[in-house]
């Protein structure tokens, strides 16, 4: 993976930085030797490593808005960083930048269940959250399955998803407000309690925007009334195209589940082995589809879901029974990774989302990509909005293997917006799709980004070499050659 | 009068812009201009307009998502989605008649550059959340795109976001792709009768708190609900608070049952609106059709819903000749004042800012007169710091500033 060049002026000067920030944020705050460091050192996509320039953890927004003006001021990058799980190197450290940890900001700041929402700070955990308000009757709606580790501000840098989404929309459909701190030090309130934002959704942009833009230091979230009650059925079906066509006709029927989830042969198998969930072993596909809501609803609905299966030539239809079922069904779709973790050494976890109507040809190609690149892939996804997780199998100690690993992902990425998807569903672009971001987008699509970057960090501080292949200084974007009078006036109908 | 250019293409529109760039001429991008009276009043002399830019691009019900050209007639959309039992979940409002024009005239794209929401948005979001991608010329005459046609898609800065509610000033689009989600078999409305405000968004606020799946909660006030077209809000002769569940045929019945027994303590009285009563009900709601005369100024307040009641109550203090309408279980508040002279108009806007200072929230005024919305800040205005990044913002894609500011 190519990153940036260090620059030697910053490493230099370590010293005076390192100083610097312990006048910011005194004590254990700064942590500057490599014992202490390491811990930071990659994020979830560990096989790219790389030390900080040293680690700071500030606890106030004062900090945090005085660090950054200091950075912006002396020319230093920031990495900013949650809980470290971003799958796409979204934390992972620079070398020559500093790691701005958020983990101390975890406390939850106020709870307001009759407007429904809560204000934290954005260390807090995504299920902390959900936990803090669970004896009340309500949760915070987006999980993503790294829920008890990833942090609410990481969430929103990464516009987070999970299982619930395709209901209950990602993290940025379930945002009230944030305050974020800019590169220059100011400190920014977007949105509250109230709905929709005055002026250009600010919000809506910083969200899924990848720590490049500004250090999200609260966040107000919405809160949900937890469902009534929930049911999983487990459906086996003896082609992958039965699946898919029981995804597209149980939609198309007007039904939108809770959660709608696919797992192919292997996945079922791999996960049956690991946790005895009791999947069908014969079958070719797998889903698992969850109605929650209204009792009388989740009735009614589960039995128009058995009969689309049933339609589409389901070999196994079970209905949970008991909260002690439903947890079983989703006990082997939650340990999927750990479980192809058993069989191989290192997997490489992919997120491209396809249109539904796709999946069965796309999974077909992706067999045979399988074969080109002599690596095996193993499919767990999100089939209700066609987001998938494609799990490469190989090992990092073989040069050959990680390339190849590399190689094969990248060709499926490819492939997903060839028929008409996109490179990451949830996931972020991070370092991991950063060099693929001219098969989705024009040059012309990724200057407008990178001016919009401009607008809230001129000198491209904030997470370099992060999303964009290559970073164009902003004097540059930002020139402008105008043609006086030389264009005649088009043959536009007037009126 | 300004002169009217109609691109009948996107390589048209690129040029129109690309001309006027070169030119220096501001434009004021409009869909089918059906808005035309919101927002301060356009200083362009050139208004570029979308509608010849219109027909739908893809539409694959299965994957609920609909693509369609900028200037595509929202009543045709929403035909076209109801011929297959969906429907746009945000629940656009038809703001033809309170700005003095007819109703039916407007484009999606024009509903998604204002970002308005109907009732739906307190449990399905606002355009912006549906609004996945677009294609469209910026300030460079530069065509550019973002998003996509996926529901799930984090790839490079959700700009959509930001063309949501940007009215037009950031980008010229010409092809926008929403989500789309399936129309509910049943609409009904559980009516609370006789409440005041406080107790009604009381009540409102407890049934979205309910695990019964609200999609709507709006109060009227006796007034308000006295000019209602449907006979049985009209004749109840006092005050109406509304709460929607939708959704199929058992559900909906349970859960109504279910909230009548929760309101059944504190409720004079109930009645219930079905199906098509319902969609009409909810349709005034949208539409804010029952709040003050047409000669009145209208203002568009968004608070923290608990906070409604008082903040209308802080109004009141400095303004008597005022109607409300609640939406959104009292964070929408549809605020009418009677026209005045100059210094009261310029007080009114005080007076309402004024009442959001402590709890948050931010107004607009929808309905004035030309002069009126020339003078008073129409849109909430920005703290320092917001507004300098907001220009920035702005600048990063139209530098010329041809597009104009709101
Ligand atoms: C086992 C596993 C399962 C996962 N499952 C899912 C899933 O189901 N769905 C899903 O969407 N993701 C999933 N993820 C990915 C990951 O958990 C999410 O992307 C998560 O939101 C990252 O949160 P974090 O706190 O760990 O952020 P980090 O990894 O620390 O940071 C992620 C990005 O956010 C930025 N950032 C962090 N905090 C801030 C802040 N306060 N201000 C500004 N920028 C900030 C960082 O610079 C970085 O770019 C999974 C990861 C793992 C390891």
């Known amino acids: 993976m190519h990153m940036p060049p260090l620059d030697p002026g910053i490493l230099a000067r370590r010293a005076e930085i390192v100083s610097a920030l312990r006048a910011i944020v005194p004590g254990e705050g700064v942590i500057a030797d490599d014992v202490g460091m390491k811990p930071y050192e990659c994020d979830a996509l560990s096989a790219y490593r790389q030390m900080p320039l040293v680690v700071v953890l500030p606890e106030t927004v004062e900090q945090v808005s005085r660090i950054l003006r200091y950075c912006q001021d002396h020319g230093v990058k920031v990495v900013p960083r949650g809980a470290g799980t971003s799958l796409s190197g979204g934390s992972m450290p620079v070398g020559d930048a500093i790691l701005l940890g958020m983990s101390k900001f975890n406390r939850i700041l106020e709870i307001d269940l009759p407007n429904r929402c809560a204000r934290v700070q954005p260390g807090v955990t995504n299920l902390g959250i959900s936990a803090a308000v669970e004896d009340d009757g309500f949760y915070y709606a987006p999980d993503p399955s790294s829920q008890i580790a990833c942090s609410i501000g990481g969430n929103v840098a990464e516009n987070s998803g999970g299982v619930h989404c395709l209901k209950y929309g990602l993290t940025t459909n379930n945002l009230l407000g944030i305050e974020m701190v800019l590169m220059n030090g100011e400190v920014v309130r977007l949105g509250g309690k109230h709905l929709d934002s005055e002026g250009y959704d600010l919000m809506g942009v910083m969200t899924g925007s990848e720590g490049l833009l500004g250090v999200v230091t609260e966040v107000t979230v919405r809160l949900l009334r937890k469902p009534a009650t929930a049911r999983a059925v487990l459906l086996g079906f003896p082609t992958e195209a039965g699946a898919a066509d029981c995804v597209a006709s149980v939609i198309a029927a007007g039904i939108i589940p809770g959660g709608m989830e696919m797992m192919d042969r292997d996945a079922v198998q791999c996960a049956e082995a690991y946790v005895g969930a009791g999947y069908p072993l014969d079958a070719e596909a797998l889903l698992i589809v969850e109605l929650d809501g209204p009792p009388v609803e989740v009735d009614h609905l589960i039995e128009r879901v058995v009969a689309i299966a049933r339609d589409k030539g389901a070999s196994t239809v079970r209905v949970s029974t008991s909260e002690q079922e439903r947890l079983l069904f989703w006990a082997g779709r939650k340990a999927a990774f750990p479980a192809v973790g058993q069989i191989s050494p290192d997997y490489m976890c992919l997120d491209g989302s396809v249109p539904r109507r796709r999946l069965t040809e796309v999974l077909a190609r992706m067999r045979e990509l399988s074969r080109q690149h002599r690596l095996r892939v193993v499919n767990v996804f999100h089939a209700g909005d066609g987001n998938l997780h494609p799990l490469i199998l190989f090992d990092a100690n073989d040069a050959d293997e990680l390339r190849r690993a590399e190689e094969f992902g990248a060709d499926i990425l490819r492939l997903c917006v060839e028929v008409g998807g996109v490179l990451t569903g949830e996931h972020g672009v991070g370092i991991e799709k950063r060099d693929l971001m001219g098969v989705q987008f024009t040059q012309i699509d990724l200057d407008q980004q990178m001016r919009l970057k401009c607008a809230f960090d001129p000198d491209h501080l904030l997470n370099p070499g992060k999303v964009f292949p290559q970073l164009r200084r902003c004097a540059e974007l930002g020139r402008l050659v105008v043609h006086h009078g030389k264009v005649p006036f088009p043959d536009i109908p007037r009126f | ?406």
């Open chain 2, 1 to 406: 009068m300004a002169t009217v250019l109609r691109p009948r293409d996107a390589e048209e529109l690129r040029r129109t812009v690309e001309w006027a760039l070169n030119d220096g001429v501001p434009l004021a991008i409009e869909g089918r201009g059906s808005k035309r009276n919101y927002g301060p009043p356009s200083r362009s002399d050139h208004v570029v307009s979308l509608a010849a830019i219109e027909g739908v691009v893809e539409y694959q019900p299965e994957e609920l998502v609909i693509a369609v050209k900028a200037g595509t007639p929202l009543r045709e959309i929403e035909a076209l989605l109801a011929q297959r039992r969906q429907m746009l979940a945000f629940e656009p409002p038809d703001l033809g008649a309170i700005l003095g024009g007819a109703k039916g005239e407007g484009s999606l794209a024009g509903a998604l550059m204002c970002n308005l929401a109907g009732p739906r948005r307190i449990a399905a979001g606002a355009a912006r959340d549906h609004f996945l991608g677009f294609q469209g010329v910026n300030g460079r005459a530069e065509r550019f795109k973002a998003g996509g046609r996926m529901v799930k898609n984090v790839t490079g800065y959700d700009l959509s976001k930001l063309m949501a509610g940007s009215l037009g000033t950031l980008a010229a689009l010409d092809e926008v792709t929403v989500k789309i989600v399936p129309a509910p078999e049943r609409v009904h409305t559980l009516l609370l009768v006789g409440l005041d405000d406080e107790a009604a968004i009381a009540a409102l606020c407890a049934a979205m708190g309910s695990p019964h799946e609200v999609s709507g909660a709006a109060h009227l006030p006796a007034t308000l609900a006295g000019r209602s077209g449907i006979d049985l809000v009209a004749q109840q002769g006092g005050a109406v608070t509304a709460i929607r569940v939708e959704g199929v045929a058992p559900s909906v019945e349970a859960r109504l049952k279910a909230l009548r027994a929760q309101f059944a303590p504190t409720a004079p009285a109930m009645e219930e609106l079905h199906t098509m009563r319902s969609r009409q009900f909810w349709e005034e709601v949208r539409d804010a059709t029952l709040v003050g005369d047409p000669a009145s100024l209208l203002w568009r307040i968004s608070c923290p819903p608990t906070e409604g009641p008082a903040v209308v109550a802080a109004i009141r203090q400095r303004r008597l000749d005022t109607e409300v309408q609640y939406d959104w279980s009292g964070g929408l508040i549809w605020l009418s004042l009677a026209p005045g002279d100059p210094a009261t108009d310029d007080a009114a806007h005080v007076a309402v800012r004024g009442a959001l200072m402590e709890c948050g929230g931010h107004a607009t005024l929808v309905r004035a007169p030309e002069a009126v919305r020339a003078r008073v800040p129409v849109f909430q205005p920005r703290p320092p710091a917001l507004a300098a990044l907001s220009r920035r913002v702005k600048e990063s894609f139209d530098p010329k500033g041809i597009f104009g500011t709101r």
